[in-house]
């Protein structure tokens, strides 16, 4: 920037200084897009961006813990009131270049998912061959109920392998088995693994036959056989 002073008769002599003015960009923050992750495991941000700063910092809402928490790509593992929050804020702050004054920040929300846990099936019973019906029922599972599967022994023993069945309720009706079968549910949460179940077994009987007698005949009184 150039000031002149323009001289006033009589004086000819004009009168001139100079500065320089620099200009600063003020940081660009993007900490990415929202998320998920299991309880338990370590997340990496990996699409966030930063430009313009002179440091960078990332902060939570919660209490889990950085790795790399001047880095724009940290690895966040949630906390424990991460997980009964069911998330947490991860906050990217930008803190900018002199003179400018003023920090940016950008947030992403991360879901933290529990555990997946299979649970327990009620409803092991014994039963006759061919009419039948037994309500097996999940409880004290975690996640959703992907579905149910079924086979007639364990393929570890020897058996089927499992079969599926597309139910995702909590309960299961089971009519006319004519042989043992043993049931299992697969649950998941969020975007953990999946888990199974403890089995439940349907053990068939087949139905009480009386049978028939041979040797009917007609003998003396006394000695006979």
Partial sequence: LKLTSKAISPCADDSEDEMVLSFRAIPIADAGSDSETCYGESFTISDASASNYASITWTSSGDGQFVDVTSVSPTYTPGNSDKTNGSASLVLHLAPNTPCA???????????????????????????????????????????????????Q????????????????????????????????????????????????????????????????????????
């Fill in 102 to 152: 003023a920090t940016v920040t950008d947030t992403i929300l991360l879901t933290v998912h529990p555990l997946s846990a299979g649970g327990d099936i009620a409803g092991s019973t014994s039963v006759c061959d061919g009419s039948n019906s037994t309500l097996l029922e999940l409880s004290g599972h975690t996640g959703a109920i992907v579905k149910w599967q079924y086979a007639n």
């Fill in 154 to 225: 364990l393929p570890d023993k020897g058996g089927d392998i499992w079969q599926d069945i597309a139910n995702t309720t909590d309960s299961l009706r089971v009519t006319d088995l004519t042989q043992t079968t043993i049931y299992r549910a697969i649950v998941k949460s969020g975007n953990c693994n999946e888990a199974i179940s403890d089995t439940a077994t349907i053990t068939v009987y087949p139905v009480t036959a009386g049978g028939v007698i041979a040797g009917s005949d007609t003998v003396c009184s006394g000695t006979n056989s």
